[in-house]
């Protein structure tokens, strides 16, 4: 299931819903959670497991559904926490060592924090180059496309529009994490 969901197989996620997602909304609801609270843990949780899926150095110790089980917990107890409603965990509920998924959830709500500060930067940039740079990197439309729907005289004018919009975006993601105290590794962002 771990290969199909890395290669993004519908029948593989599907197996996954299945096998899984009603036992994990349950035990989420029955820790006093609501039924959309625990469909975005889920999505987050699937989430997880799909970029440790496409990691080929990941290797699973135990069984998929105790790995599924402790990202969703722990997403669980973060969440609640946040909310300021967290209930203490008992010995009765740590039926193993949770420890090691810390890592990828804590690399995951990273990654997610910094996608939230590309997503600002982007708003910020503004028209037209935020949408020049979403037509080429998000859209995947090449450079002649772009100039003709941009109203460039040619592909090389797109180029040139483009290097110079992202550049700015650079500038304004760098700035927003410098001013917030974050550590700036441009080899990571």
């Known amino acids: 299931m771990l290969e199909g969901l890395a290669g993004g ?7 996954i819903y299945k096998l899984y997602h009603g036992v994990l909304i349950k035990w989420i609801v029955s820790r006093g959670g609501l039924e959309p609270d625990a469909e975005d843990v889920f999505q987050e949780a ?7 899926a496409k990691d080929p150095e990941f290797c699973l110790t135990c069984k998929l559904g105790t790995y599924l089980f402790a990202i969703c917990k722990r997403l669980w107890f973060r969440k609640s ?3 300021a409603a967290i209930l203490s965990l008992s010995t009765e509920e740590d039926e193993f060592d949770l420890a090691g998924y810390d890592d990828d959830i804590a690399q995951h709500l990273e990654r997610e924090e910094r996608f939230d500060q590309l997503a600002t930067a982007m708003d910020q940039l503004g028209s037209p180059c935020s949408e020049l740079l979403k ?3 998000v ?3 090449n450079m002649q496309e772009i100039a003709g729907g941009f109203g460039y005289t040619n592909a090389e004018n797109a180029k040139t529009q483009k290097y110079k919009c992202l550049s700015r ?4 993601y760098f700035a927003t994490r410098a001013k917030e105290g974050l550590k700036i590794n441009p080899f990571k962002d």
């Open 9 to 15: 197989r519908r029948e593989a996620v599907a197996s």
């Open 135 to 137: 037509a080429f990197y």
């Open 139 to 141: 859209e995947r439309k």
């Open 81 to 83: 926490a946040q909310s």
């Open 46 to 52: 699937i989430l997880i497991l799909y970029e440790k």
């Open 169 to 172: 975006l650079r500038k304004i």
